[in-house]
T-cell receptor
């Protein structure tokens, strides 16, 4: 698995875009970048994943740099319910069922 | 469509006892993974099962065991409980273990079982 590095915490104003960075400089060519989040006392929730191209779904957008050494998760209009711990994970393809969670980024959305 | 379900939601046990936690995956999902999350930390991988076979094991003692049934549901068993086993136990399911060289798939987590050992 590629090592990922995230800031421990971030704040965001409600209604504004939240941009959560992740560094994965040792990522290999076949390792996807996955983002999960965990709201207090709940199970983690899958958000989005990508390999090379930018991805967008109903929850978020994922921007991956051309060299794939870093990525940014974008919540376009953060709400109070987006307050959670966000995890960036880059497992090897054989390990996608054995996720290694780091400390993640605690995002606090403020009114 | 129902998500991953786990039972019980909460459990209180005494040191030395054993516990069985249960998980039902999303319909059609054949892989189940178990994680332990102690307070203040991220989830730690315990086991992965696919088609009733163990496909991976994390760094946990032999007191921890699991199995998967023909209907793809799973049980996690912990013997000789210690105070340090108090945690949220999470189950996650996915469609398959892996595909080609650049395969991807996402895991869907249940709400967890909160185990307290006194």
């Amino acid at each position: 698995d590629a090592k990922t590095t995230q800031p421990p915490s971030m704040d965001c104003a409600e209604g504004r875009a939240a941009n959560l960075p992740c560094n994965h400089s040792t990522i290999s060519g076949n390792e996807y970048v996955y983002w999960y989040r965990q709201i207090h006392s709940q199970g983690p929730q899958y958000i989005i994943h990508g390999l090379k191209n930018n991805e967008t779904n109903e929850m978020a957008s994922l921007i991956i740099t051309e060299d794939r050494k870093s990525s940014t998760l974008i919540l376009p209009h953060a709400t109070l319910r987006d307050t959670a711990v966000y995890y960036c994970i880059a497992p090897t393809p054989s390990n996608t069922g054995k996720l290694i969670f780091g400390q993640g980024t605690t995002l606090q959305v403020k009114p | 469509d129902a998500g991953v379900t786990q039972s019980p939601t909460h459990l209180i046990k005494t040191r030395g006892q054993h516990v069985t936690l249960r998980c039902s995956p999303i319909s059609g999902h054949k892989s189940v993974s178990w994680y332990q999350q102690v307070l203040g930390q991220g989830p730690q991988f315990i086991f992965q099962y696919y088609e009733k076979e163990e496909r991976g094991r994390g760094n946990f003692p032999d007191r921890f065991s699991a199995r998967q049934f023909p209907n793809y549901s799973s049980e996690l068993n912990v013997n000789a409980l210690l105070l340090g086993d108090s945690a949220l136990y999470l189950c996650a399911s996915s469609f398959q273990v892996r595909g080609g060289a650049a395969s991807s798939y996402e895991q869907y987590f249940g709400p967890g079982t909160r185990l307290t050992v006194t």
